[in-house]
């Protein structure tokens, strides 16, 4: 009779298989379940091996590899089943310390609205794929109720919009997976949905021009001004003080940027502090609004870091200041982020011109700048990206309509360059 040999740490049990292996300092025997076979031999000594190397570089889970075992509750990895709400809870805790305050609250609003649909208390285990398509599909196409006092109803959400929301939930479902509270992540499988992509819509001269005589006081104006001649967040509009203004140089130093929570933070992206160049125009616009806000007081804020636990308290004159047009006591020194769309709707409504979002704004001074022929190098470092790869993914399609412009302006800047023709030369 042929000995059979079993792969190492595989062994029969009754007739069927079962692996051993070392974990945590014991040696643990795990049924596999399946009868002693050639095959299942050779597939045991597989499972085995993959069970070793996990242990080995620290990403073995137990409940993962051996949900129903009997050694859980021996190493404290015993099943614990978890809502989802729970689960995301326990995300949102541990993701606390890696991103801003207003990252974080944002997920928390996502995500809430994404509970909503799948239902909180649903267990994270008995999470299907086909139930995060079902909230995807509401989430695009169903009715929902919004505002502050929820007494405003809608239909749809943007692609945009719940594109994020899944990709919170391919997070969410990775780290259960990863820490065993999912056996699988059930949204790897799902791709984005496909979307257009938004076209720049920049205001015309004569807009802008109508726009801001519409701009109900002066400081309104100027800070609309600015934030088209600069391409500035409107954080970072809202966080400007008149200690990072160079007038005599023609520049600002951006160094903060203040949050829809009212957290003054560093700038948005890694690019971080950059000095932006001021055209005549913008410098003319802070000239005018150093009449009304430049001997003002300064008010000492804090400016959270980018490391965690970590500010540092700054003394700053801001240069838009609300208290001048206030009518009452209660304003602070400087304008939230909330209150800028409200002055911007105001304006274009008066102007009677077509309606565009505030961001519009900082896309108008894009589409000007590269109308005129800047480099779009030269634009990403004065909008605070990276590089240029933005600018031509944003305004690619913008800047290709714009072609006969572009002509216009190659045959006005080199015309001084080419040669004269001398026809005095024999043919």
Not at 292 to 310: D, I, N, Q
């Amino acid at each position: 009779m042929t000995k059979v040999i079993y792969p190492k740490g595989v062994e029969n049990h009754g007739g069927f298989l079962r692996i051993h292996f070392q974990y945590q300092g014991v040696r643990i025997r795990e049924a596999l379940g399946i009868p002693d076979t050639a095959k299942n031999r050779k597939i045991s000594g597989e499972i085995r091996a993959n069970v070793v190397y996990e242990i080995k570089t620290g990403s073995f889970v137990y409940q993962r590899t051996f949900p129903t075992s009997v050694h859980l509750s021996k190493f404290g990895d015993a099943r614990e089943e978890l809502s989802v709400k729970q689960m995301a809870e326990r995300w949102l805790t541990v993701k606390e310390t890696e991103i801003s305050r207003n990252t974080l609250a944002s997920y928390r609003t996502r995500l809430t609205t994404c509970l909503g649909i799948l239902g909180e208390s649903k267990l994270i285990r008995g999470v299907k794929t086909e139930d995060i398509q079902k909230m995807r599909l509401m989430l695009l196409k169903g009715d929902y109720v919004y505002g502050r006092n929820r007494n405003m109803t809608g239909s749809g959400r943007s692609v945009a919009y719940v594109n994020t929301c899944m990709s919170d939930f391919y997070s969410l479902f990775k780290f259960a997976h990863e820490n065993g509270y999912a056996d699988r992540n059930v949204v790897s499988s799902l791709s984005p949905l496909k979307k257009d992509k938004p076209k720049p819509d920049p205001l015309t001269r004569e807009e802008f021009h109508r726009f801001s005589e519409a701009c109900k006081s002066r400081q309104i104006r100027n800070l609309w001004s600015l934030a088209v001649y600069t391409g500035l967040r409107h954080g970072e509009l809202c966080a400007l003080a008149w200690e990072d203004v160079d007038l005599q140089a023609g520049s600002i130093t951006v160094r903060r940027n203040l949050t829809v929570l009212g957290d003054f933070t560093p700038p948005k992206t890694d690019a971080g502090e950059r000095k932006v160049y001021l055209i005549r125009a913008a410098v003319d616009i802070l000239r005018d609004q150093m009449e009304l806000t430049r001997m003002h007081p300064a008010k000492e804020v804090t400016v959270l870091s980018r490391e965690y636990g970590k500010s540092e308290n700054e003394e700053l004159t801001f240069i838009f200041n609300p208290k001048i047009n206030a009518i009452n006591s209660k304003s602070d020194s400087y304008y939230t982020v909330a209150s800028l769309p409200q002055t911007w709707r105001a304006a274009i409504k008066k102007a009677g011109i077509k309606y565009r979002k505030p961001y519009q704004s900082r896309h108008t001074y894009a589409c000007w700048s590269l109308s005129a022929g800047a480099n779009p190098n030269f634009i990403a470092s004065q909008m605070g990206h990276a590089n240029a790869q933005m600018v031509y993914q944003v305004y690619g399609s913008w800047m290709s309509e714009n072609d006969e412009a572009q002509m216009n302006l190659l045959n006005e800047k080199l015309n001084d360059f080419v040669p004269s023709l001398s026809h005095s030369k024999a043919v």
